[in-house]
């Protein structure tokens, strides 16, 4: 048996015609026609009136604090359990991250512990919508604005999740999104930041191209700014991913249902919740294991491994983690966010490539039910 990746795209004739249009004709006049079809088509699907292209998610975070002006002594509030793309650039500006707590079902950012983070020196927060849940974003906010807090949506796992009917990365001052070839929606690599506010995309748009206003053909320089962009042929096979959108979301939610059945009865496994009002698309497809068990994430992954499928661990806590060892925020973090601590070291991912098929679904669960009796 071939080994079971963890994830991967659907990629048709569409996606190659797309592609191949692009190296052929998106050059001299027409080199932007990918782009403004791409942006215009995800921003009306996201419900947000601007898009731009990026090469990353962690471009449009960085871009979203550069834009909003955060930087040194500012402090932005992030989930403890997240990639860490949601927090470094939040270093990139010189500002501090605050790690908060995360809810024991969503596995998102908990308001309560984000509302306690909040200091005088709060700017921002950056909920994430994690492996395609929503956090409680009408209190969240509520939250910032009554602390006047700019809210970065980190949604790059989250595309076309909804919360009460609205969707993913639609919550914020800015939203992002990451294309990377794990996404459900890929580019190879790539991303996208959405916004209502033209005043934060005109800053965008010229933070994105080393300072120069858009329409610059005098190549005048305004400010240090930073190198941000897609290539059209990376706009082209986004742009047919999007217009097979519905497709590769229908197809994520039918395996989660497959694992839900194989799994859902298991006593002592927990999958990705989906609670009244939330649609999840469920970019990863997870389970934590009860502790009652006594097998923490590493040594299922270790047993997946030799059944030959990929695993992957679910998020260590930031605060944790030896990239943040020397940050006084960390160690506060690490003794505040119980839930994280609790979560954590008992969750896998599983194999969730769009690819994946019923009879590699069933395999996958009956090695989980073994290991655990
Ligand atoms: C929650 C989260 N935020 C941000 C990112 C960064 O995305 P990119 O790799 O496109 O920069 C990722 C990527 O995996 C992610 O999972």
Avoid at 177 to 188: D, R
Avoid at 294 to 299: F, M, S, V
Wanted: proline share 5%; charged share 25%; glycine share 8%.
């Amino acid at each position: 048996m071939t080994r079971i990746p963890i994830s991967g795209p659907s990629i048709t004739q569409k996606e190659v015609d797309y592609v191949t249009d692009a190296v052929r004709n998106a050059w001299y006049e027409n080199a932007g026609m990918y782009y403004d079809r791409f942006e215009k088509a995800f921003a009306a699907y996201v419900g947000m009136h601007y898009a731009v292209t990026l090469p990353s998610c962690t471009s449009g975070i960085h871009l979203s604090l550069a834009a909003l002006g955060i930087g040194a002594g500012d402090e932005v509030i992030v989930p403890d359990v997240t990639w860490i793309a949601s927090a470094a650039p939040v270093s990139y500006v010189g500002a501090i991250p605050v790690f908060a707590d995360i809810d024991p079902e969503t596995w998102c950012i908990s308001a309560d512990s984000l509302q306690s983070c909040i200091t005088r020196r709060t700017k921002a927060i950056i909920p994430v919508d994690l492996y395609g849940s929503i956090p409680e974003m009408d209190v969240i906010r509520e939250i910032a604005e009554e602390h006047g807090l700019a809210v970065i949506e980190d949604a790059a796992e989250a595309i076309g999740s909804e919360y009460h009917g609205k969707r993913a990365g639609s919550f914020g001052d800015t939203g992002t999104f990451s294309f990377h070839g794990s996404k459900t929606l890929t580019t190879g690599e790539g991303g996208m930041l959405v916004t209502d506010d033209e005043a934060i995309l005109n800053r965008v748009l010229v933070l994105r191209d080393h300072g120069r206003e858009p329409g610059d053909t005098m190549f005048f320089n305004r400010e240090i700014g930073f190198k941000y962009k897609m290539s059209s042929m990376q706009a082209a096979l986004g742009l047919a991913q999007l217009e097979r959108i519905d497709e590769l979301i229908a197809r994520k939610r039918w395996i989660f249902q497959r694992y839900r059945e194989e799994l859902g009865e298991t006593s002592g496994i927990t999958l990705n919740a989906e609670p009244p009002g939330i649609r999840n698309t469920y970019w990863m497809v997870t389970v934590i294991l009860d502790p009652k068990y006594g097998i923490r994430k590493e040594d299922l992954i270790k047993h997946l491994r030799t059944c030959n499928i990929d695993s992957r661990p679910f998020f260590h806590p930031l605060s944790s983690i030896p990239a943040y060892a020397g940050l006084e925020q960390a160690l506060d973090a690490r003794k505040r966010n119980v839930v994280s601590y609790r979560i954590s070291p008992y969750g896998v991912n599983l194999p969730s490539g769009l690819n994946l098929t019923e009879e590699q679904i069933v395999y996958v669960c009956d090695c989980v039910k073994s290991h655990l009796h």
